[in-house]
């Protein structure tokens, strides 16, 4: 007679129990093997489950004022993982290591703390990062900022209630004409992966030519390996990019409409 089994996650395994013994997915425990404990067999990790949406249930329309803070929340959310690994980025540039450790050895002689000058210009130059990656006219008033002028900000809404991702255009006022900006495309954590980046992206675009518009283009951080990939799939060429100490941090792409 078979028992049936369950399971729990243990130091961030999955033990599964079935009959008189047990099996894990993902790494053997300390101390045993295959080998010593017959009934204990190791699984390789099941494969992440990504959410299956229906395209159906999924909507695009313009944000509502009382969605300003949520859609805050959702950019601020994105931030978060880009802007840590574009730092990261940044700093673990050869020359970024070079010139730190100029001022840390200049601050030795002028500091009787070793720790104060290797840690200070590293803390001060994250400061500056994170200042200028955050320095955006929009994020004070996203409602008003995007209500004015030619600019337009719509979500992605899943089910009828569910705000789960935003894309924003902006004419592009310098360089070539009829030229709009792609901006603030941001997906949710539950709902990347799953297609609704690329309904945004599609959407915006239809909203640029029906505005007159025959170019779009769009910066986003070199780090930012999935966004890159969407860009590229979906006919976007690399076109430029803003540089940091000669390295470029914001990658340009444009596509013809």
């Not at 000669?246 to 990658?251: D, R």
Request: glycine share 10%; hydrophobic share 45%; with cysteine.
């Amino acid at each position: 007679m078979t028992r049936q089994g369950w399971a729990v996650p243990i130091w961030g395994l999955s033990w599964h129990w079935v009959g008189g013994g047990s099996q894990c997915w993902g790494s053997e425990p300390v101390g045993a093997s295959p080998a010593s404990s017959p009934a204990l067999q190791v699984l390789p990790l099941p494969p992440a489950v990504m959410p299956t949406l229906d395209p159906g249930q999924l909507a695009i329309r313009e944000m509502q004022e009382d969605e300003e803070q949520m859609i805050l929340e959702l950019l601020k959310d994105g931030f978060k993982d880009t802007e840590n690994r574009l730092i990261l980025y940044v700093l673990t540039r050869p020359l970024a290591l070079l010139l730190l450790a100029v001022v840390s050895s200049g601050l030795r002689f002028l500091l009787n703390s070793f720790v104060a000058a290797l840690l200070g210009p590293v803390l001060l130059c994250l400061l500056a990062l994170k200042l200028l990656l955050r320095r955006s006219p929009d994020l004070g008033g996203l409602w008003a900022y995007y209500r004015s002028g030619r600019r337009g900000l719509w979500v992605a809404v899943y089910d009828g209630d569910d705000v789960c991702g935003c894309v924003a255009l902006e004419p592009r006022l310098q360089g070539v004409p009829r030229t709009a900006e792609l901006r603030r495309l941001a997906v949710s954590r539950w709902y990347r992966r799953s297609g609704v980046g690329r309904r945004l992206l599609a959407f915006l675009e239809a909203q640029a030519r029906a505005q007159g518009y025959e170019r779009v283009v769009l910066y986003t951080a070199v780090v930012a390996k999935a966004a890159v990939s969407l860009f590229e799939s979906s006919g976007y060429r690399p076109t430029g990019g803003r540089s940091w100490l000669g390295y470029i941090i914001l990658q340009e792409f444009s596509k013809e409409l």
